[in-house]
């Protein structure tokens, strides 16, 4: 039986999937706040704020930082046209155009800053990486190269890694503004409203260039107003009745998003100390102590929360153990933080939200999305067959034919796939590929209730174009069941 909290995940995740991340936000803030047991939820809200503060600060940054890439050398007309097509939001077509600039010319610096950029746009986090990376030998105090690596890492879920890499940037350049906003955005992803708030205020007083903070800034401060009338509300019920364990905990979850951790870890202690099998409690207490510089603490947090909590991760919790023992604890803890965080991954996030906009016929958006994700994890099929339908949709067939290639390659058994494929031989002209793609696949689908119509509908029309037969409608036993595909 489903409770009340229970029904209001749901309503937040659906949010997410219709990429109401606002909506998301609210949700899911309100369950953490309230002490909801189910240790991914942490993540969940971090996708909802990933999405979000991306969503509003991509535009700007790109815009502010491209036409500025750096260096004095005359650009030839390739990389002035793939410059346009970037701004234009054309970002496939830059990206292939510059790809050829650096294989014509492979120590065009100006054209290795911009592709880093576009490849980054275009989800495909480990080019842009690559791009980044190659820069940054040549110029390795560049803090507009710094910060976009920073970016890079963000997106890759490396958020330690990420924001280093802004503060070090921001220490050559402290009027960077891509860099006040990623730090900005992971204090917000982290829950720390005061601090995200804080940032994003200095990049409106010190940008030009500041439509996405500012959006962003707006929304920050509606949420630290609701979390200040919950920790009002918490405070008195508290008043009344101190031995509230649960109450005691939404006063520390609140405390803490404002910025107040003395009277957070207060409220954590005595929620501990009225019922220590409390493991959200365990987990919160965890994540302070970390971010506050007590990273042994942290791990004794994190391994109560494990002893206490459903699915914890127990791979990385043996990882975990075995950094403490090795005098790593600083690691340790965060891999610990990752062992609270199981599903939906970061490239599963990524992909199930392409094949929304997929769905919801913005192409661009989902094709970015999808790479993003297949750039974290190449082996889910999912994401390739998406891509396939995508390219398929645009009459790309030959690109299509390549992703359901890869999708069957990660998938062998997604029939879905397969039938996906010999449509784009014969959307390509190539009969005979079809033919042979569907005689493989034949023993599998012909007596298969949920593919056996779309099969033979297929057949058929690569026979007539051969000039062969037609085949039979097949007979489908009764009660086939449907076949499961793979994540």
Not at 51 to 77: C, H, I, K, N, W
Not at 204 to 214: K, P, V, W
Not at 216 to 239: N, P
């Amino acid at each position: 039986m489903r409770t009340g909290p229970d029904r209001r995940f749901e309503q937040g995740l659906e949010s997410f999937r219709q990429a109401d991340y606002q909506a998301a936000i609210r949700i899911w803030s309100e369950l953490l706040i309230e002490g909801h047991p189910d240790p991914n939820l942490p993540l969940y809200l971090w996708a909802a704020r990933s999405e979000y503060g991306r969503m509003l600060g991509a535009v700007d940054q790109f815009a502010e930082t491209l036409d500025d890439a750096g260096g004095v050398e005359t650009e030839p007309s390739a990389l002035s046209l793939a410059r346009k097509a970037a701004r234009e939001r054309r970002f496939q077509e830059a990206l292939d155009l510059l790809r050829a600039e650096l294989n014509r010319d492979p120590e065009a610096r100006v054209a290795r800053r911009v592709a880093a950029r576009v490849a980054l746009s275009c989800g495909l986090l480990a080019e842009s990486e690559r791009y980044v990376e190659e820069a940054l030998r040549l110029e390795p105090d560049d803090p507009e190269l710094i910060t976009l690596k920073g970016q890079v890492l963000a997106e890759a879920d490396r958020p330690d890694q990420a924001a280093a890499l802004f503060r070090r940037a921001l220490a050559l350049s402290d009027d960077l503004a891509p860099a006040w906003f990623g730090l900005a955005s992971l204090a917000y992803h982290q829950g720390r409203l005061a601090e995200a708030e804080r940032l994003l205020e200095r990049i409106s007083r010190r940008s030009s260039s500041t439509g996405g903070a500012a959006s962003f800034l707006s929304e920050v401060r509606q949420e630290k107003s609701r979390v200040e009338a919950g920790l009002t509300e918490a405070r008195g019920m508290l008043e009344n009745h101190p031995k509230y364990p649960d109450w005691q905990h939404r006063r520390a979850v609140l405390a803490w998003r404002l910025g107040q951790d003395k009277e957070a870890m207060e409220a954590l202690d005595l929620a501990l100390k009225l019922n220590p099998a409390m493991p959200g409690s365990w987990h919160q207490k965890g994540l302070m102590l970390a971010q506050n510089g007590d990273p042994r603490g942290a791990c004794q947090a994190f391994r109560r929360a494990a002893e206490l909590a459903e699915g914890t991760d127990e791979d990385l919790r043996r990882r975990a153990e075995a950094l403490e023992q090795s005098e790593d604890p600083g690691e340790a803890a965060r891999v610990w933080i990752k062992a609270f965080r199981l599903t939906p991954d970061h490239a599963s996030r990524h992909i199930e939200t392409g094949k929304r906009f997929h769905a919801e016929g913005l192409l661009d958006e989902g094709e970015r999305e999808l790479r993003r994700g297949l750039s974290l994890a190449p082996h889910y099929p999912d994401g390739h067959f998406h891509l396939g339908q995508i390219e398929l949709d645009r009459g790309n067939s030959a690109e299509a034919i390549g992703h359901f290639k890869n999708a069957l390659a990660h998938g062998p058994r997604f029939s879905e796939a397969a039938l996906a494929l010999v449509s784009a031989f014969l959307a390509d002209d190539n009969h005979a590929a079809a033919l042979h793609t569907l005689d493989q696949w034949r023993g599998s689908l012909e007596s298969n209730a949920q593919f056996a119509s779309r099969f033979s509908e297929l057949e058929n029309r690569a026979r007539q174009s051969t000039g062969e037969p037609r085949s039979p409608e097949p007979e489908i036993p009764e009660g086939t069941g449907s076949e499961q595909r793979q994540p």
